[in-house]
């Protein structure tokens, strides 16, 4: 076997999916697709709907078959595995949904148990491990309630321990708190990072908020029109993303989008006459929290105006993200004494 | 009315709860199955096998296309053969579940297509057999539905049932029409009449009350 990396949980290898709709032309659904979803990680795949994503999600236990390249979980074929072959791994893989796929019928215990009952678990080992379970994931004093009388997180919450109860490798998340206000969204995020921490667990997840990647993936991938257009370590493609995709999806985050009176404005090229040029500097690590703009000023005698910015956490890295307009004659001097300094600047375009 | 004819009346409501028991029983056990098959055999399905669901899908067709007495009468044939007359409650149950499968089926496919298929790609990530998902996941969930389907069933046996009656079948029909028709008592009839309506209201409540029961998808008042 080629290609498996050391340490690597999942990996897609040159995989492609089409799908031939009936008296039609086959759909190109997903293209050159390679990714390493590494061990241990929480591995984010960002992308808008319709751009693959979810097709990519289900490949790795088998719902979606890649019809080009492999798709390999912990060394094995998912795309070529059948029958009792593609269980096992399915009991190795577990899934949690966006609209959480809880059985009306059986209360909180009876969902958690439905995978070990699937499993050939032994009855008298299913009731202690689906009461660890719920309390894992605190629920306790709800175990004998059916879904319908539980709240959106409190359903999520039944979802992950189900999603656990065989002991699984790996956790996929389909847009897991797509459906869940932003409150129980962060409760939701931490259960996953707790489980992730304590059981060692690789978690891939699919959503179109670059929120959640900011605040659990260790990695992240952006996929567009079924292609993966960037892929890395979050903290690196935050701070310098390299596809407009992946720019668009920041600038949702990150705050730092210009005004419109500026945006408006904005010239791409440098107009003749006197005029400021818009910068965006991207403060990361240890220089994030460093007083640069007033440095600025007294060491170069440049003042800058701060059009727009904010400072948070991707993962434990302070990350700051600020726009800028100054004097466009002193604009490379700025940016050059910035980037010595260990900050990232990007020309957004002149203003008059 | 004379204690006799309330002789009459009692047995022939006896015969007629015994032939409807009989070929609800017999029509749910060979209904329930076919109609999950038929919800789950098309192309892409769980137990995908398109050509005997399309081929199985016919012969459910025919035999709902053909009316009730109709078929009474064509099958005389098959009935003599299966339980050695064509007359008598036995006789009449033969038709009853030849029509009550294919009903029941339509209505247990129609219940097991409501159930989302959210839960059905749930229990196939977890590992799940198709026995598995149909067992554990797709029966349970629409049981509510197969529970008020089956009240349906039952009401519209005891209709037939009452039909069978014109062709030499016991119970209620062969006594309305025997005494309250053909020989002009209309208080036969009258009581015949409304001994069905009690028979079907019962039913028709009964199968609520159960459908509720098992009806786990609203929340219900804990009584705290």
């Known amino acids: ?352 | 009315m004379s204690a006799n004819l309330i002789q009459l009346l009692w047995d022939a409501t006896l015969q007629t709860l015994y032939m409807v028991a009989v070929s609800a029983i017999l029509g749910t056990l060979g209904g329930l199955p076919l109609g999950v098959f038929l919800a789950t055999s098309q192309r892409g399905e769980l137990l995908s096998a398109p050509v005997v669901n399309k081929v199985l899908g016919l012969v459910v067709n025919a035999t709902r296309s053909v009316p009730f007495i109709i078929l009474v009468v064509a099958i005389i044939p098959f009935t003599r053969a299966l339980v050695g007359t064509s007359i008598g409650t036995n006789a009449a149950i033969v038709p009853l579940t030849l029509a009550a499968i294919p009903f029941i089926a339509r209505l247990v496919e129609n219940a097991i297509r409501e159930v989302d298929g959210g839960l059905i790609e749930a229990a196939r990530a977890m590992g799940a057999t198709p026995l598995q998902i149909i067992r554990k996941v797709l029966i349970p969930e629409a049981m509510p539905a197969i529970a008020l389907g089956l009240t349906l069933a039952v009401v519209s046996l005891i209709g037939y049932s009452a039909m069978v009656g014109a062709v030499g079948g016991e119970g209620l029909g062969d006594l309305g029409i025997r005494y309250g028709y053909q020989r002009f008592m209309p208080e036969v009839m009258l009581a015949v009449v409304v001994i069905l309506i009690v028979l079907v209201q019962v039913v028709q409540s009964l199968g609520e009350w159960i459908a509720a029961r098992v009806d786990r998808r609203a929340p219900r008042n804990r009584g705290h």
Request: hydrophobic share 40%; charged share 20%; net charge neutral.
């Open chain 1, 1 to 352: 076997m080629t290609g498996t990396e050391q340490g690597a949980a999942i990996t897609f290898e040159s995989v492609g999916k089409s799908f031939t709709k009936a008296g039609g032309d086959p759909v190109m659904a997903l293209a050159d697709i390679d990714l390493t979803v590494p061990q241990g990680s929480i591995t984010g795949i960002i992308g808008r709907s319709g751009a693959g994503k979810s097709t990519l999600l289900r490949m790795v236990n088998g719902l979606e078959r890649p019809t080009e390249g492999r798709v390999l979980v912990a060394g094995h074929d998912v795309g070529r595995a059948r029958g009792p072959q593609l269980r096992a791994i399915r009991r190795e893989v577990g899934m949690i949904f966006q609209h959480f796929n809880l059985l009306s019928s059986r209360t909180v215990r009876g969902n958690i148990a439905l995978p070990l009952e699937i499993a050939g678990t032994p009855a008298a080992q299913i009731r202690p491990r689906v009461d660890d379970l719920i309390e894992q994931v605190g629920l306790s004093a709800l175990r004998d309630r059916y879904p319908a009388e539980l709240s959106g997180g409190q359903k999520q919450r039944v979802g992950i321990a189900r999603a656990l109860a065989t002991n699984p490798k790996v956790l996929l998340s389909d847009e897991a708190t797509s459906a869940l206000d932003p409150e129980t969204t962060q409760t939701v995020l931490e259960l996953l990072g707790q489980i992730n921490r304590d059981l060692g667990l690789t978690v891939l997840l699919i959503t179109h908020e670059m929120a959640v990647l900011r605040d659990v993936a260790s990695h992240m991938a952006v996929i567009e029109g079924g292609r993966i257009v960037e892929a890395g370590p979050t903290y690196d493609v935050f701070r310098k993303p390299a596809h407009p995709t992946t720019r668009s999806f920041l600038s949702g985050v990150t705050g730092a989008t210009l005004p419109g009176f500026i945006a408006g404005r904005l010239l791409p090229e440098r107009p003749d006459g006197p005029s400021q040029e818009v910068i965006r500097v991207t403060f990361a690590g240890q220089h994030a929290t460093d007083p640069m703009l007033a440095r600025l000023a007294t060491d170069l005698g440049i003042a800058a105006n701060i059009l727009s910015g904010n400072i948070e956490e991707v993962g434990p890295h302070p990350f700051g993200n600020l726009l800028l307009s100054l004097d466009a004659d002193r604009g490379a001097e700025a940016r050059a004494y910035l980037e010595r300094h260990g900050l990232t600047t990007e020309v957004l375009g002149h203003v008059r």
